[in-house]
């Protein structure tokens, strides 16, 4: 029988130049946005295109307002 250590995981430096977690649903939902209307750009449907231009636009506007 071998005996067998318990390693604890190392500690995790905090950087200060991390993004905060709060804004990270609006960042993602203006990139996810914004990859969609490149995506109908692509295809020629400017009308979807353009609402979902209008979604990242307004993520972008709701970090700019709580930054």
């Known amino acids: 029988m071998t005996a067998t250590t318990v390693r604890k995981p190392a500690p995790i430096k905090s ?3 991390t993004f905060p977690t709060t804004n990270l649903t609006a960042v993602l939902a203006a990139f996810n946005a914004a990859n969609l209307a490149s995506s109908y750009i692509e295809r020629g449907n400017f009308a979807a295109a353009r609402r979902k231009l209008v979604q990242a636009l307004a993520s972008i ?3 700019q307002s709580e930054g």
């Open 15 to 17: 950087t200060p130049d």
């Open 61 to 63: 506007g709701q970090l």
